[in-house]
């Protein structure tokens, strides 16, 4: 897609590591300017133990001593949708390393959405505020001399955004490794035929495209993985490679989710997630507290 071509710069390649979850199966990244200590947080995580109703940060923790051996500057904490399986720990690592934190401007849907879900009162604003930056489809933001482009690419959720740096695409969950497939679609305003042209829209990028993985659960037993390219998706994707239809794919999605259960940790993690990672709001004692709506999801 032409906005697409006039932006990817495959001679620009940013250092990316990687920090893989094993509670969540998440990969959050820290993506560096080679020409400078600037650099970008992507998807981190914050830790709980929802039965005991307790969180932690060792996670993140992972993450901030990272930046702090290689003396990085934090430009951005992005978050490439309203996470459904784990809970972000953006705010945390802004409180101790600065950057702004980022996400899709469609945000504000999922604020909608979910808001009437756990029955969030005015005091709850649904206007994307809790976020310093609301990316629109085609923005672009600055990691140091690196110049980053915010695509969106919804079906999974109305939010999603594929983030494009030099040679490096992070798609959240529009796409897994091939052998995983795609993600789901039927959580509230996902659809399967609008992922479908997502998916072809990040294909779209050029082959040689590096693609991260937010998630990765090891296939038929294999090591965990996260990094793949365009071409491989478009060759080998077992839910959406080249030759698969719009309509062979939706039958495959929605049959398939109808199968399967909710996220074990969705209703703590959207109700932090849409608020940009911080957790509800003290009562008049000072506590906290996640609500469970019955028969809502």
Partial sequence: MREIATCVDLTMKPEVTAFFDP?????SYAVRDPASESCAIIDSVMDINYAAGRIGYESADRIISFIEEHKLKVEWLIETHV?????????????????????GENIRLVQETFGKVFNEGTEFQRDGSQFDRLFKDGDTYSIGTMTALALHTPGHTPACMTHVIGNAAFVGDTLFMPDGGSARADFPGGDARTLFRSIRRVLSLPDAMRLFMCHDYGPNGRDIRWETTVAEEKAHNIHARDGISEDEFAAMRQARDKTLDMPRL????????MRGGELPPPDESGRRFLKVPINAL
């Fill in 23 to 27: 509670c969540t199966n998440t990969i």
């Fill in 83 to 103: 996470h459904a399986d784990h809970l972000s720990a953006a705010p945390y690592i802004q409180k101790k390393l600065g950057g702004k934190i980022g996400i």
């Fill in 266 to 273: 969705i209703i703590p993690s959207l109700q932090v997630n």
